[in-house]
């Protein structure tokens, strides 16, 4: 499996971003999957998680209003509506695969499988 994150870029608070994560290969392989952002510094952290089957989703409270996470699964791809973007969501974007069936949404990066390569947000004040 290989997951193809894209979309990044420099925007003004306030603005908006869609990022893109594309699946290839074995994509059945994956049961859910995670938007992680890493700053500078800082923690890797899960942002929003979507199931692949049902769709039903999560987000963390700093998104929760602004974030909309999709999925597409005749392009086995995933997108993360980024609205009302602030500063302190300037970051590095990952998306990531769980290959295991869960019960729960995992939030601690070490649980996913397949990461795509990081795609840069960067929203200026």
């Known amino acids: 499996v290989q997951l193809q994150a894209s979309g990044g870029g420099l925007v003004q608070a306030g603005g908006s971003l869609r990022l893109t994560c594309a699946g290839s290969?074995?994509?059945?392989?994956?049961?859910?999957v995670g938007w992680f952002r890493q700053a500078p510094g800082q923690e890797r952290e899960l942002v929003t998680h979507?199931?692949?089957?049902?769709?039903?989703?999560y987000y963390a409270d700093s998104v929760k209003g602004r974030f909309t996470i999709s999925r597409d699964n005749a392009k086995d791809t995933v997108y993360l509506q980024m609205n009302s973007l602030k500063p302190e969501d300037t970051a590095v974007y990952y998306c990531?695969?769980?290959?295991?069936?869960?019960?729960?949404?995992?939030?601690?990066?070490?649980?996913?499988?397949?990461w795509g390569q990081g795609t840069l947000v960067t929203v200026s004040s």
């Open positions: 990531a695969g769980d290959r295991v069936r869960r019960q729960y949404v995992a939030k601690m990066s070490s649980s996913y499988e397949y």
């Open positions: 290969g074995r994509t059945s392989n994956i049961y859910a």
């Open positions: 979507i199931m692949w089957r049902n769709g039903n989703t």
